[in-house]
């Protein structure tokens, strides 16, 4: 099954869309209309990923981008992370400026210049409020480059600290790319561990924000992106220099499998909060 997979992926890697780099700036709609997977079934998936400008609905039967369309609004910014809840609105940051964004077209609205306390998010996603709960509602959180971590509200823009990733073996755990959380699953994210090289996944406390990271480490750096759908947990890597790498991360090891690479810089990724879980 893992040889299919893979076949997949590369497929799906060698048929991306090519845009021009651009530099990651640590930058509502309807949901994008469902495609056809290659079984004629509906692809429901509410994976998206991005590069600093374009915006990809994943297709998680084929694994195939859909490119929704180039996010017009932005000017000279670029979206570092995405966000979509349980009622597929999405809005998307950068390093200063938070975003509306339409799912179908791509397009996004300034919602506010974030405050100057707030700046250096360079992760970004709708969390529930009660992760066993499938009626509770979702907040909007983002943690920055310095690990703290805050829930932002997608009216105002404005940030209040809910707390930090703290503390592990090697030093100070910071966000290096993203987080998610998914009903009846958890809350996990990329993180950077004191003075180490690459990224880890690591399990994230709700109520007090403290990261445990997993393993010895996913084996890759700059992944930006985490997207979850059916029990598989991917990960989106800029690669730099037009190259971007899209891998596997084993929840329980933390370790990263390479499932294919191609031209698409991946800078950020998102998933709805009530993706299917598969334990």
């Not at 940051?93 to 300034?110: F, H, R």
């Not at 703290?166 to 993203?178: M, Q």
Request: a negative charge.
């Amino acid at each position: 099954m893992f040889r299919a997979v893979r076949i997949l992926f590369l497929s799906f890697v060698t048929g991306v869309l090519a845009c021009g780099p651009g530099n990651r700036d640590h930058g509502t709609g309807a949901d994008a209309p469902p495609a056809q997977g290659d079984s004629g079934t509906a692809d429901m998936s509410r994976v998206y990923a991005h590069s600093g400008t374009t915006l990809y609905r994943v297709d998680t039967q084929t694994l195939s981008p859909v490119m929704v369309g180039t996010m017009a609004g932005l000017g000279t910014q670029s979206l570092t992370d995405l966000a979509i809840d349980k009622s597929d609105h999405m809005v998307g940051i950068t390093l200063d400026k938070l975003y509306a964004i339409d799912a179908q077209s791509g397009a996004v609205t300034l919602i506010k210049d974030l405050s100057q306390s707030a700046k250096g998010f360079t992760s970004l996603s709708y969390i529930p409020t009660d992760l066993n709960d499938p009626n509770s509602a979702d907040m909007l959180v983002s943690a920055n480059d310095q690990g703290d971590v805050y829930e932002v509200d997608p009216t105002t823009g404005n940030a209040t600290k809910l707390g930090s990733y703290g503390t592990a073996g090697a030093g100070k755990v910071v966000s290096s790319g993203d987080l998610f959380g998914v009903r009846g699953l958890g809350i996990y994210a990329t993180v950077d561990v004191g003075m180490e090289t690459g990224d880890y996944l690591a399990k994230i406390d709700p109520t007090t924000w403290k990261a445990t990271p997993i393993g010895t480490g996913t084996g890759f750096d700059h992944i930006f992106g985490l997207g979850y759908w059916a029990g598989r947990l991917y990960g989106f890597v800029d690669a730099g220099a037009g190259a971007g790498k899209i891998i596997l991360i084993d929840q329980n090891t933390g370790v990263g499998t390479e499932l294919g690479s191609g031209s698409q810089r991946w800078y950020g990724a998102g998933v709805s909060t009530n993706a299917p879980v598969i334990q």
